[in-house]
């Protein structure tokens, strides 16, 4: 089963200039907690945005080219989605914005800490969905650094 996971303001925005537009330390405590001990999949910019492996999860990154550093390099993202999707293990996609894009048709679940403010130099977006397809539950509220946030998961009803 694949999960999405991200972090995302009020239009949507994900990053800007390949980091983060919010860097809220509860959300990346959760993100940390919430990936730990699965497979995370990602694309090549997102990989290269990391300052190395993030551990205690299985690595893997899309992208048409052979690298070093992750634990897997997957060149076939169809091939991978239709191997993976009927896992009952939980696969987290965790970047990019056209990563995203292209898992949201599969995931069953997206945990998605949304931020109460915005980046209008946003240059990376995560892709509206229709949210009346989901259930939503509220994880937890917060606030750090003037920023109000709700980590929230949405279920495939």
Known sequence: ???IIAAIGKNWELGKGGKLVFRIKDDMKFF???TSGHKIVMGRR???SLAGKLPNRTNI???THDMD???EVVHDMQTFIENN???DEE???IGGGSVYMQFL???SKIYLTEVDAEDLKADAFFPEFDKSKYDKTIIREGKENDLAFKISLYQLK
Request: proline fraction near 8%; charge should be negative.
């Open 105 to 107: 048709p599969y995931a």
């Open 69 to 71: 550093g992750p634990d």
């Open 91 to 93: 696969i987290f996609v």
């Open 85 to 87: 999707k009927d896992t």
């Open 61 to 63: 990154v899309l992208s």
């Open 46 to 48: 997102t990989w290269e």
């Open 1 to 3: 089963m694949f999960s």
């Open 32 to 34: 940390k907690d919430t």
